[in-house]
């Protein structure tokens, strides 16, 4: 079966840090982008950044600069180094996988994980 598992998240002061990890099972993971997106309450969930199969990377403007997108193919797993955490980042945030071929059969996600920031 196929899963995507994000771990990492939790409460953090602003100024601070964290880094999110996603562990991909039951699928070529070298072949899909993967891309993490978060979601504030009543507000719709938004793209934050993406890595290609290839490893190319693309930013929200919120968010570059302070945070980094990378992977570990031989881990399968994708990660999400948030920096200089404000407010306005408290969200959930998921992990996304899509297919590099056939991305739109081929489109999973994962339960998210919780990232407050708040003193």
């Known amino acids: 079966q196929v899963q995507l598992v994000e771990s990492g998240g939790g409460l953090v002061q602003p100024g601070g840090s964290l880094r999110l990890s996603c562990a991909a099972s039951g699928f070529t993971f070298s072949r899909f982008a993967m891309s993490w997106y978060r979601q504030a309450p009543g507000e719709q969930r938004e793209l934050v950044e993406s890595i290609t199969s290839a490893g190319s990377t693309n930013y929200a403007d919120s968010v570059k600069g302070r945070f980094t997108i990378s992977r570990d193919n031989a881990k399968k797993t994708v990660f999400l180094q948030m920096n200089s955490l404000q407010p306005e980042d408290t969200a959930v945030y998921y992990c996304?996988?899509?297919?590099?071929?056939?991305?739109?059969?081929?489109?999973?996600w994962g339960q998210g994980t919780q990232v407050t920031v708040s003193s």
């Open positions: 996304n996988a899509k297919h590099s071929w056939v991305p739109n059969d081929y489109i999973y």
